[in-house]
């Protein structure tokens, strides 16, 4: 494990060019699921990141090891949850380690370093196709947690999928 070297830097408006590739990095993998193709130029959308560097409640942090580029981690604070409409939430929006780096707790150093940035009720979404992605955030969250989290099932059209629920106040 190389965990030690893992850390989180806050991204700016001056990082938009690297996380916008990273993100293109990102969205390919998650076409694997979602069946998304890229426009003319061969690019994947972009709009889910509009307003990530006005927003003062969005929080986009580069991972890195060894000042190496090895993924990003996109927070938002929310007032009420699209979910499960609890109000003041943590929801972990993107996360994202290269490939080179996965399998090595890159992932789970950075998890860890995320949640202890902000302390309330997180929210964690997977899809129900991303089953990798599942057991993951399952094996990151119960070891953060000491198992004190919370799993539920989201059927809805638009996220279907598992959730960890946690608060790590305490």
Do not use: K
Not at 29 to 50: I, K, N, Q, T, Y
């Amino acid at each position: 494990m190389i965990t030690a070297h893992v850390h989180l830097s806050p991204m700016t408006r001056r990082d938009d060019a690297l996380l916008r590739n990273l993100y293109q990095f990102y969205l390919y993998d998650f076409s694997e699921f979602m069946g998304w193709d890229v426009d003319r130029r061969g690019r994947f959308d972009e709009s889910d990141l509009a307003g990530c560097w006005d927003d003062p409640r969005r929080y986009q942090y580069l991972i890195e090891i060894d000042r190496q580029v090895a993924g990003f981690v996109m927070i938002d604070h929310l007032i009420r949850s699209p979910l499960t409409e609890r109000s003041d939430v943590i929801l972990m929006r993107e996360f994202f380690v290269l490939r080179a780096h996965r399998r090595r707790g890159v992932g789970r150093a950075a998890a860890w370093r995320a949640f202890d940035l902000f302390h309330g009720c997180w929210e964690v979404f997977q899809l129900q196709e991303n089953v990798a992605a599942q057991a993951f955030w399952r094996n990151v969250i119960d070891a953060y947690t000491a198992g004190h989290y919370t799993e539920i099932t989201c059927g809805e059209q638009t996220w279907r999928g598992v959730m960890q629920t946690f608060d790590n106040r305490g």
